[in-house]
Structures are given as structure tokens and as C-alpha cells.
């Protein structure tokens, strides 16, 4: 039962450490999203990648946030420095593009203190 | 631009009450509906999907039905259980495009 694996599950920091989260979409998927979810903004796309390549990163702060798909077996979102209006849940997706489902991780927890 | 509305929550039932949750949409071209479920802790997976037009999803006894008149997708089920307890999303994608437009959840809570 092929699923998106993230980490980490939950990550507890202070404001301005950097922040790593990793997504493995999966195998022979070759469309990768970033969401984010919180109670008062509810689920944002942050940014999403077709074949490796960023079509779209608008929703995300780009002086602080960063996400790259080093190869097709892993994406990753970086935050630096971090804030506490971070603190969220971190969701990645990955599908086939175009009509197709989409396929959610778990999530990673990010508490920024 | 596209868009998705959809009810306001939360919503809260007895069991075996029957569930709407309605949903409506304002898309250019000619969308693919969905509706993904959230339960406590998880990610949103895949509860039905509709791709044209009078097309009917269903899984697990939820229905929706594509309506194009009326532009909308309105969640069903018959008979809740308790362990339908989650946050319904409605969602579109449409031609040319790769990401999904989310409706921004409706929280149902099923009582005992």
C-alpha cells in the first residue's frame, strides 16, 4: 500500500532556527504539493512541483521559506529563521497531475516557541 | 477564478441521522470534483470523486452528484456512525491546471 511519507512527525523549535521537513511522494508519482493547515487559516497551498520543476511557489513567504525537490524521491520545505506564526501543521501531497487524486502524508507538526 | 464554497461547521448529528454537507463551485472550463475526508491527526485522503458532468461518486455510503445547472456537489450519507467523525473538504481541479482549489472544510461531529 504505496503512501507519502513525512518528517519529521512533529517538531518543537525557537524562533529562528532554521526548519527542515522532508516529503518522499510516491514512487512514480511526478506531482509534488506543500500545504499548510492551521485552525485560523485552514489548508493553503504553499507550492507545488511538476517533474521536479516549481510551477508555483505564490503561496509561500519567500524571504523566510524555501522548497526544493532534490530528486523525484524526495521534496523538502525549509523555514529560516522560523516564527512562531509558523507553528502549523505541514502537509505534502503527491499525485499524477491533471484529474488525478491526490495523495496526502501525515503531516509534520511544527510548534515554533 | 475558480473557487469552492462550502457549509459552514460544525456540524453535529445522532447517530444514524442522515448527512448533507453542500457544496458549491464557480470554475472556468469544465472541473473534477472531490471530496476528501480529514480524520483526527491525519492527512485528507480521497472520499469520492465526480469527473463530468451527472456523474455520481460514492464510497464507504457517501454520495455526491456532479451538478452542472447548479454548479454544485453536495455531500450525502444515509445513516451516520460515529466514526464518520472527521472535517469533509470539497475540492476542484480543472484542465490545465495541477493543483486543487479547497473548500475550506466543514467539521462533523456524530454523537452516540
Known amino acids: 500500500d504505496a503512501r507519502v511519507t513525512q518528517t519529521p512527525r512533529d517538531k518543537v523549535t525557537e524562533m529562528g532556527q532554521e526548519v527542515t521537513m522532508r516529503c518522499q511522494p510516491i514512487?512514480?508519482?511526478?506531482?509534488v504539493f506543500w500545504y499548510r493547515q492551521t485552525m485560523m487559516q485552514g489548508l493553503e497551498l504553499l507550492a507545488y512541483?511538476?517533474?521536479?520543476?516549481?510551477?508555483?511557489d505564490s503561496g509561500m513567504p519567500k524571504d523566510r521559506f524555501s522548497a526544493e525537490m532534490p530528486d523525484a524521491t524526495l521534496a523538502t520545505l525549509k523555514i529560516q529563521p522560523s516564527e512562531p506564526r509558523d507553528s502549523a501543521v505541514y502537509f505534502c501531497a503527491s499525485g499524477l497531475g491533471g484529474f488525478e487524486t491526490q495523495y496526502f502524508g501525515p503531516g509534520t507538526r511544527l510548534l515554533v516557541l | 477564478g475558480n473557487s469552492v464554497t462550502q457549509m459552514e461547521g460544525p456540524v453535529t448529528l445522532s447517530e444514524e441521522a442522515f448527512l448533507t454537507i453542500n457544496c458549491t463551485y464557480t470554475?472556468?472550463?469544465?472541473?473534477?470534483l472531490f471530496w476528501y475526508v480529514q480524520y483526527p491527526g491525519e492527512g485528507l485522503q480521497l472520499l469520492l470523486k465526480?469527473?463530468?458532468?451527472?456523474d455520481k461518486g460514492s464510497n464507504k455510503g457517501f454520495e455526491a452528484t456532479y451538478r452542472k445547472e447548479t454548479t454544485s456537489f453536495h455531500l450525502e450519507k444515509g445513516s451516520v456512525q460515529v466514526s464518520d467523525s472527521a472535517v469533509y473538504f470539497c475540492?476542484?481541479?480543472?484542465?490545465?491546471?495541477?493543483?486543487?482549489?479547497f473548500g475550506t472544510g466543514t467539521r462533523l461531529k456524530v454523537l452516540a
Open positions: 470554475a472556468t472550463g469544465y472541473p473534477s
Open positions: 475540492a476542484l481541479t480543472t484542465s490545465g491546471t495541477y493543483k486543487y482549489i
Open positions: 514512487l512514480g508519482h511526478n506531482t
Open positions: 465526480a469527473t463530468k458532468a451527472d
Open positions: 512541483f511538476r517533474n521536479r520543476a516549481p510551477l508555483d
